[in-house]
């Protein structure tokens, strides 16, 4: 799949405690091919970037939880594969509530512009990538939420 964050709603009694099951969800997930009907999203290459708005434009930490934010799931030892991570319904909620009370001009305020001059594109073309990656997760944190689900979380590097 590449360079990658996919996220994936999940109930509390859904995932496996064992990080072959969680790996499991994804899998399947890939093999249906993306989007589904699921609360899920995915994000090529620039989840870390995502992540580093975030933590800017909320202080109180609640920026934090929507990337990397949750309990690691770690593989076999010796494995090369990345933990995965859960975060629990709470940390779900309170993910949604910053994304929802959040516009996305606060965000890109936090630290848009620094992004964008990385990139070396017309800012208003980087604006909108991130812009359509904030609307993705909101939509996404916010479904799971209403729904008192957790949410798993695949980094492929």
Not at 9 to 33: C, H, M, N, S, W
Request: hydrophobic residues 45%; aromatic residues 12%.
């Amino acid at each position: 799949m590449g360079y990658h964050m996919h996220l994936k709603a999940i109930t509390v009694e859904q995932p496996p405690a064992d990080f072959e099951g969680l790996a499991k969800l994804f899998a399947d997930a890939y093999d249906r091919g993306f989007p589904t009907d699921e609360i899920e999203d995915l994000i090529h290459k620039d989840f870390f970037q995502v992540d580093e708005l975030c933590k800017a434009a909320a202080p109180d930490g609640a920026g934090e939880l929507v990337v990397f934010g949750g309990e690691p799931v770690y593989p076999p030892e010796g494995s090369p594969e990345p933990p995965l991570v859960v975060l629990d319904p709470e940390g779900v909620r309170a993910a949604a509530e910053f994304l929802a009370s959040c516009s996305f001009e606060r965000i890109w305020e936090a630290g848009g512009t620094v992004i964008a001059k990385n990139w070396g594109w017309p800012e208003d073309e980087v604006r909108s990538i991130f812009a359509s990656h904030v609307d993705g997760l909101r939509d996404t944190y916010g479904r799971a939420a209403a729904l008192g689900l957790a949410m798993a979380k695949h980094f492929s590097f």
